[in-house]
Nanobody, 115 residues
């Protein structure tokens, strides 16, 4: 059973920074891809950032230049550094991992950006 546990969410003022972390119960070497998704109230879930097993990264246009995704294979963690936060970044952020074709999800962590 693969478990993903997010941490690092909270309340921050616009322009501030937060760092999210996702701890995996298995080695990241098992993952084909890992990513961060978010869902704001009344909106569909959207991909924020993705990193593949070959360390290719992809970002949503809305976060390019502000967010950085990274993985630590020694600690089995996936991080998301979020800078220059905006009120529209407010959402529940969830960690996702794909092993072969099976997706796994964390419970999510709330990020609230006050303007």
């Amino acid at each position: 059973q693969v478990q993903l546990v997010e941490s690092g969410g909270g309340l921050v003022q616009a322009g501030g920074s937060l760092r999210l972390s996702c701890a995996a119960s298995v080695s990241l070497f098992n993952m084909n891809a890992m990513g961060w998704y978010r869902q704001a109230p009344g909106k569909q879930r959207e991909l924020v950032a993705l990193i593949t097993s070959g360390n290719r990264v992809m970002y949503a246009d809305s976060v390019k230049g502000r967010f950085t995704i990274s993985r630590d294979n020694d600690r089995n963690t996936l991080d998301l550094q979020m800078n220059s936060l905006r009120s529209e970044d407010t959402a529940v952020y969830c960690c996702n991992a794909v092993i072969r074709v099976q997706p796994y999800w964390g419970q999510g962590t709330q990020v609230t950006v006050s303007s």
